[in-house]
């Protein structure tokens, strides 16, 4: 069985600063790794994903994260936060199985301070 | 794009009652998921279902019930609501033809209160 820890229930930052979510897993089997992003009110959307093209990956909204096997971690970064960056982040895995069924972390709340 | 749409935004219910949620996709997608979003504890899947009349259990199915009639329809059932149910139910889609790769599409999510 697979499973994700997001290390932080809540981060804070000012605006312009580096955003750092860190995101740890673990599989017995390569895994496949997501972030998705949820504004207030709103469902989730996908920011990013490993799929083992590329350990770095580039997602939407000038965020990327890194696939680090030796550390099993795979945390989100973005040079420079944005107001508009204040929302809750899940991390999740998935394995290459028939359903593409997702584990999620708990969750970090990103705060933006201006 | 696609549209994943939940009927209700915000329910209240009473204890005991029998409770429908309705999630529609509008892209032929094969996968379809109910979880359930609790502060603090991130979402948790209760079933999901693979195919018309498919379902699997999640990590946290009692409770709960579901039917999937129809390809594009995938409804959620409590048959008797408790105030433990009390929770934010989001409903997703995913293609089905990629494995465990695939990109799940998201709802907007649906606030049920148990009173």
């Known amino acids: 069985a697979q499973s994700v820890t997001q290390l932080g229930s809540h981060v804070s930052v000012s605006e312009g600063a580096l955003v750092l979510l860190r995101c740890n897993y673990s599989s017995s089997v390569p895994p496949y790794l997501f972030w998705y992003v949820q504004y207030p009110n709103q469902g989730l959307q996908l920011l990013l994903k490993?799929?083992?093209?590329?350990?770095l990956v580039k997602g939407i909204n000038g965020f990327e994260a890194e696939f680090k096997k030796s550390e099993t971690s795979f945390h989100l970064t973005k040079p420079s936060a944005h107001m508009s960056d204040a929302a809750e982040y899940f991390c999740a895995v998935s394995v290459n199985s028939g359903y593409s069924t997702l584990t999620f972390g708990k969750g970090t709340m990103l705060l933006v301070s201006p | 794009d696609v549209k994943v749409t939940q009927s209700s935004r915000y329910l209240v219910k009473r204890t005991g009652e029998k409770v429908f949620l309705e999630c529609v996709q509008d892209m032929d997608h094969e996968n379809m998921f109910w979880y359930r979003q609790d502060p603090g504890l991130g979402l948790r899947l209760i079933y999901f279902s693979y195919d018309v009349k498919m379902k699997e259990k999640g990590d946290i199915p009692e409770g709960y019930s579901v039917s999937r009639e129809k390809k594009e329809r995938f409804s959620l059932i409590l048959e008797s609501a408790s105030t433990n149910q009390t929770s934010m139910y989001l409903c997703a889609s995913s293609v089905g033809t990629s494995g465990g790769q695939e990109t799940q599409y998201f709802g907007p999510g649906t606030r049920l209160l148990v009173l």
């Open positions: 490993y799929t083992s093209a590329a350990t």
